[in-house]
C-alpha cells in the first residue's frame, strides 16, 4: 500500500472536480502532483491520498484529511501503507514528518522541485529522492544522499494543447509566476523598445504572484507584490492594466485555468519562460513544455532544467545574459521559418519525452522497486557535458561517499 501527501495549506481552496475539468489555476508543480495522485487513485486501489484541504465531494474514495504530513504518517500506517511520497517543502514541517515515518519505519519518498533541505541526509527511512532532471540531480553528486537519487520528469497530456493553424503576427507570452524568480522584469524591462521597433507587437502575461500562494497580498495593478510592482512594471509599462494594454499592448491575463492555457499558448510566436540568467534558475519548468507541446518557439535561459527541457536553436532559443533576450526575440521574429520550424519540433520532442502516459510508467515502476527494495539508480556522469564544476562534485562524491 502507498500513501501520497499534497500539501496544499498554501492553496487552500481545490476540489477534484476542478482539476479534472481543468478549471484549477495552480502552479505546473502542483498540477503534476495532482495528476500523478488522480492517476494512482483510478489505477492502484491501494492508493490512499492525504491532503490539508477540507475534502468536497469526490470521485475518489482514497482521499484522507490529514493536517501535516507528520499526521499523514501516522493515518498511512494505521492503514497498513508501507511507503508514502511527498514534496519536500523545506519546513519543520516536513522534518517533523519524516521524524515519525522513521519511527514508524515507513519508507519515504521525497519529490524535490527545488533545492533538498539539508537534513535529509539524516534520515533512513528515506529511499528514493526523486529529481525531476539529470542536470538538476547532477548538482548533488558531492552529497551523501546522491545515491538515493532518481530522475523522473514532469509531464502534461500533450494531447490536450491546441496548436493554432495561424500565430497572431508579432505576438509573445509569459507563463509563470510573477515573481522576481521566475524573471518576467527582463521582459518588461525591454518591452517598450520592442513595441516601438514593432507597433503591431503584444505581450501577454499569464499568471501572478499568487499562483503559489493564493494569500499573498498584492501591489495597485493586482498582480505581484508591491514593490516588483513598483519597481519593475510601472516604470516600463505604466500604472494602471489600461495604460499597459493601450499604449505597451500588455495584457495581464492574471491566475489562468489550464483549459484556457492549453487553448491559448499555440495562437503565439513566442513563449517566453525564465530568462533568469543569474540567481534563481528553473530546475525544469513546466511552462517551457507547455508552449512547446502548442508548437510555440521557447526562448529562456540558459541554465539547469531548461538545458534539458529545451533544444537549444531545434524547439527554441536560451540565452546566456539577460541582455540577449531582446536579440533572441527580434530574431524570431525576423526568421518566421525557423520559429515555426522550432514550434513544430516542440510539439514532437514534448511528446515523445514528456508525455503523460510516458512518465506515468517510470512513477509505477519507481513505486514498485521501492516495494522491493531495490537500490536507486542515480543517473550516470556525462563526462561529455560536464564543466569544472560538475568534476569537483564528482570526485567529492567518489572519494567522500563512494559516489559512482
Known amino acids: 500500500m502507498i500513501a501520497h501527501f499534497f500539501d496544499s495549506s498554501f492553496n487552500l481552496e481545490w476540489s477534484w472536480n476542478q482539476f479534472m475539468q481543468d478549471e484549477l489555476a495552480c502552479s505546473g508543480t502542483d498540477s503534476v502532483n495532482l495528476a500523478l495522485a488522480a492517476h494512482m487513485l483510478k489505477a492502484n486501489n491501494a492508493y490512499y491520498f492525504f491532503s490539508n484541504v477540507a475534502i468536497t465531494a469526490s470521485q475518489f474514495n482514497h482521499h484522507f484529511y490529514a493536517q501535516d504530513l507528520a499526521d499523514a504518517v501516522k493515518q498511512a500506517v494505521a492503514k497498513g501503507c508501507k511507503i508514502i511520497l511527498f514534496n519536500d517543502k523545506k519546513n519543520e514541517a516536513t522534518n517533523d514528518g519524516l521524524k515519525i515515518a522513521n519511527q514508524y519505519n515507513v519508507d519515504c519518498i521525497v519529490w524535490v522541485q527545488n533545492d533538498p533541505s539539508t537534513y535529509l541526509a539524516d534520515y533512513a527511512c528515506i529511499k528514493r529522492i526523486v529529481c ?97 510592482e513598483q519597481t519593475y512594471l510601472i516604470p516600463y509599462i505604466g500604472k494602471s492594466l489600461q495604460e499597459a494594454k493601450e499604449k505597451y499592448g500588455v495584457t495581464f491575463v492574471g491566475l489562468t485555468a489550464p483549459k484556457q492555457i492549453k487553448s491559448s499558448l499555440g495562437n503565439y510566436c513566442i513563449g517566453v519562460v525564465n530568462p533568469n540568467c543569474t540567481n534563481s534558475f528553473e530546475t525544469f519548468c513546466i511552462s517551457a513544455i507547455e508552449f512547446q507541446a502548442a508548437a510555440t518557439a521557447v526562448v529562456g535561459a540558459n541554465r539547469m532544467g531548461l538545458k534539458e527541457t529545451v533544444q537549444q536553436k531545434k524547439t527554441g532559443l536560451l540565452i546566456n545574459r539577460e541582455d540577449q533576450l531582446l536579440t533572441a526575440i527580434e530574431y524570431l521574429f525576423h526568421h518566421p521559418a525557423s520559429m515555426i520550424n522550432m514550434g513544430i519540433n516542440g510539439s514532437e520532442f514534448v511528446k515523445n519525452k514528456f508525455n503523460r502516459s510516458l512518465v506515468l510508467k517510470d512513477w509505477e515502476k519507481l513505486f514498485s522497486d521501492v516495494l522491493e527494495n531495490k537500490k536507486a539508480k542515480p543517473p550516470r556522469f556525462n563526462c561529455l557535458r560536464a564543466n569544472y564544476k560538475d568534476w569537483i562534485k564528482y570526485f567529492i562524491g567518489i572519494f567522500k561517499y563512494y559516489n559512482f
Open 132 to 228: 525531476v532532471t539529470d542536470k538538476y540531480a547532477n548538482n548533488f553528486r558531492h552529497q551523501s544522499y546522491f545515491k538515493k537519487i532518481e530522475v523522473i520528469h514532469n509531464f502534461i497530456e500533450t494531447a490536450s494543447y491546441k496548436i493554432a493553424n495561424k500565430k497572431i503576427p508579432f505576438s509573445v507570452s509569459f507563463l509563470g509566476s510573477i515573481t522576481l524568480d521566475k524573471g518576467l522584469h527582463h521582459l518588461i524591462k525591454i518591452w517598450p523598445i520592442i513595441k516601438q521597433k514593432y507597433p503591431e507587437a503584444i505581450l501577454d502575461v499569464y499568471g501572478s504572484a499568487k499562483l503559489y500562494n493564493n494569500q499573498y497580498s498584492v501591489g495597485p495593478l493586482g498582480i505581484a507584490f508591491e514593490e516588483y
